[in-house]
């Protein structure tokens, strides 16, 4: 996918769409998949850093999926659950291969001008700088908002948190980040 094209918006899976799945319907997984398998790979991937062990938890995470449908309970968001299981296949991730969550790799943009670029990069270096000095839940919410593009209300179910907590929280830490970057001004 081109970096200018319009993010895919998910639709919301609902009570009966989720009947067919736990029922067998093959059509009805392959649109959950479709649905989430790009934000689950990019989310696995701002975690791991790697491609090849991004593509296997995100395949984890739909086979843990497609083994926990049967006992999924709809409470409002889908997103929110599958969210939270491919959370728990990271950590599990971590834990065997017994090392540490790396920092969030920022992907740099194309842009047309030299000095453009450069004060992109530096800017870029810069962010990527602070982030590592966030706390590790304050980087989890950057993840699932910019990375995973999950909605407030997605995160604060997933998190077992208020939605009015999660924006304050998110908003703080965004104004705590851009108060320490300086930009430059061409």
Do not use: C
């Not at 000095?133 to 908002?145: A, M, Q, S, V, W």
């Amino acid at each position: 996918m081109e970096k200018n094209q319009p993010t895919p918006k998910r639709i919301e899976i609902d009570d009966a769409l989720i009947a067919q799945a736990v029922s067998g319907n093959t059509a009805t997984l392959a649109q959950i998949y479709d649905n989430y398998a790009r934000d689950i790979y990019r989310y696995s991937y701002s975690r791991v850093g790697n491609a090849d062990d991004a593509e296997d938890l995100t395949a984890q995470t739909f086979m843990a999926v497609i083994e926990a449908l049967p006992r999924y309970r709809h409470r409002g968001h889908f997103s929110a659950w599958i969210f939270r299981i491919a959370y728990s296949k990271i950590i599990d991730f971590f834990r065997k291969q017994r090392r540490d969550p790396i920092d969030i790799p920022l992907d740099t943009a194309h842009t047309d001008g030299v000095l453009d670029q450069i004060i992109q990069d530096q800017t870029y270096a810069k962010l990527s700088a602070l982030l590592k000095t966030l706390e590790e839940d304050e980087r989890e919410l950057i993840r699932l908002r910019y990375v995973a593009e999950m909605s407030f209300v997605e995160i604060a179910v997933m998190l077992a948190r208020r939605e009015d907590a999660v924006r304050k929280s998110l908003s703080r830490i965004l104004e705590r980040l851009y108060s320490q970057i300086e930009v430059p001004h061409v």
